[in-house]
């Protein structure tokens, strides 16, 4: 009998062990579709690179094209090099058009050939360029010789300064080279069209970019003779900078010239400042083997930006565009020399662009500021190895799992309208502590329009760590109808991701054509489950969804 009952409590206890665990709380999210916030400003559709030429090549123009695909706006394009001399020829953070020089008797020359070619690839696919007057032509070089840099990633960053990084040796030649640029694309694009750009001076010369013993002073006479030359050229052109690395005190000394002070080009007071335009990085680094973003230092430098602009009356509704935003700064720096960038390829980057775009709505209106567009500096980069961890939205010709985040922004419009969790950060708690702790950002974005409701929901954490994430249920009120049919996408670690797929063929250093087509049709962003329909209870409808971490989903309610 004790023996029994020794077994009996043994076995009890088995299955006291074996039981399963209790299930997780679900994380709960709210939106109210009759709470608007503000427009749904696609400040998303706007992309940028250093290498001009990759435009042209075939993997560029793949590329541009499904970024054009996936937006329902004009998508603005931003790109170094757009005048400096060269045959066209491309390389890590090179690229050239040749769109100056001058012959015997020291005579301007301008050849437009190599840049049209770059901009008719633009205005092809209904995009427009945010027009960089950079960088100087060898004739107009302080520093002619040498000119063209051989920066390779893992070499100091300082090797990129040669003779292209000067300001001009004739102010008047450069200002007529710009001019006659501008009227050259009128006479091409036509008036409207070119209208419809921005143009500006320079990147980052509070940065590498420029050589001078006074960088401020020189750039300020440049940005002076360009904007000058623009408007002379076009007088309803768009003109704006400083495209400044930050927002320190050379922006602010900036903001004060072009408002305030002596313009050395036409001796009035101020210059045209149809917009401004600066950068913020964040800065990710490896922590016991385990790359963790830096979201508190982008969002630091987003809002020391948007608090200088908020500083001067004068730019109260002005537009405001981030040049460059994004999670560090070296776009051409693979993992390969900078381990801390493997967070490129997988989900870390895909929910990282998520949760950041969409704070910058927020942090904007904190300070009062209009933003209108934060250029996502990544493109492609020929003659790679795949997926080496370069900061693009492709790899060879296959996009990567980044760019079907873009395509889930592409298919948001109308008006944002209130949301809120129980388990999400806000713009200033991310700030001051990033995304460190035991839990994650489960958070949203929404936005209706007279047809639909699309939410956008991610699950992100600065540690590039993925598990099973949480349950998520997604409360959706204030909808106009009785019923909707609910279509649900989703990137994560299994959909709408070419990396993984690669990784699960081996990894492969040169696929075979079958495998290229399988690549292709992973890199597309899919849809999960079929759509169905939903019915409303008071205006209401309740999604229910398990969120993986890193993992970002769209689901769009569409009704008549």
Not at 38 to 59: K, S
Not at 64 to 89: E, F, K, Q, W
Not at 143 to 159: A, K, L, M, N, V
Not at 310 to 339: F, H, Q, R, W
Request: hydrophobic fraction near 40%; charged fraction near 20%.
């Amino acid at each position: 009998m004790k023996r029994l009952f020794t077994a009996l409590s043994l076995a009890a206890s088995a299955q006291l062990c074996m039981a399963a665990p209790p299930a997780p709380v679900p994380v709960k999210l709210t939106v109210d579709a009759a709470k608007v916030q503000g427009p749904m400003t696609p400040i998303w559709a706007w992309f940028g690179y250093d290498e001009p030429n990759y435009t042209t090549a075939p993997n560029g123009k793949k590329l541009l094209g499904d970024i054009a695909a996936l937006s329902p706006v004009p998508v603005y394009v931003r790109a170094h090099n757009l005048m400096t001399s060269g045959d066209g020829s491309y390389a890590l953070k090179w690229g050239s058009t040749d769109m100056y020089s001058e012959d015997r008797d020291g005579k301007p020359v301008y050849n437009w050939t190599i840049i049209d070619r770059i901009f008719d690839t633009y205005i092809e696919r209904g995009m427009k360029p945010l027009a960089q007057i950079g960088f100087m032509p060898q004739a107009l070089s302080q520093r002619p010789h040498p000119y063209q840099h051989r920066w390779q990633p893992g070499t100091r960053y300082e090797e990129i300064m040669t003779g292209w990084a000067t300001p001009p040796n004739d102010y008047d030649k450069w200002a007529e080279l710009i001019y006659q640029w501008v009227r050259h694309s009128v006479a091409r694009y036509g008036q409207q069209e070119v209208e419809s750009w921005y143009w500006e001076v320079w990147n980052e010369p509070d940065g590498h970019y420029l050589i001078a013993p006074d960088t401020k002073l020189e750039y300020f006479k440049m940005y002076d003779y360009a904007a000058d030359a623009v408007k002379r050229a076009l007088p309803t052109a768009r003109m704006g900078g400083p495209h400044t690395a930050g927002a320190g005190r050379f922006m602010d000394d900036f903001l004060e010239h072009v408002l305030r002070g002596k313009n050395h080009a036409t001796g009035k007071t101020g210059a045209p400042l149809d917009f401004v335009a600066f950068h913020a990085k964040g800065s990710p680094k490896l922590v016991d083997g385990v790359v963790r973003m830096g979201m508190d230092m982008h969002f630091k430098r987003l809002d020391q930006g948007f608090a200088l602009v908020e500083k001067y009356p004068e730019l109260k509704g002005v537009p405001v565009i981030i040049g460059e935003s994004d999670p560090e700064g070296c776009a051409a720096c693979g993992m390969a020399t900078n381990p801390e960038n493997a967070y490129r390829n997988g989900t870390l980057y895909s929910s990282y662009t998520a949760a950041s775009i969409a704070r910058e709505f927020d942090l904007a209106a904190r300070r009062g500021v209009n933003l209108i567009g934060a250029v996502n500096w990544s493109f492609e980069f020929e003659d790679q190895p795949w997926f080496a961890g370069f900061r693009d939205l492709a790899t060879n010709g296959v996009n990567k799992p980044v760019l079907n985040v873009f395509r889930m922004f592409g298919m948001m419009k109308g008006e944002r309208v209130a949301v809120g969790g129980d388990q999400a950060y806000d713009a200033a708690r991310i700030m001051a502590e990033g995304v460190r702790g035991p839990r994650t950002d489960i958070n949203a974005l929404a936005s209706r329009d007279n047809n639909s409701i699309a939410v956008m929901v991610w699950n992100y954490h600065d540690d590039d760590v993925i598990d099973a994430g949480s349950p998520v249920e997604l409360r959706i009120a204030g909808i106009p109808a009785k019923q909707v049919l609910m279509r649900h996408y989703r990137v994560d670690n299994d959909t709408s991701n070419s990396y993984t797929a690669w990784k699960r063929m081996g990894a492969p250093a040169s696929p075979t054509a079958a495998q290229i087509a399988e690549l292709q049709k992973a890199s597309e962003l899919a849809q999960v489950g079929a759509t169905s329909t939903l019915k409303t209870t008071n205006g209401s409808a309740l999604v229910k969804m398990q969120l993986p971490r890193q993992a970002v989903s769209l689901v769009i309610l569409s009704y008549k």
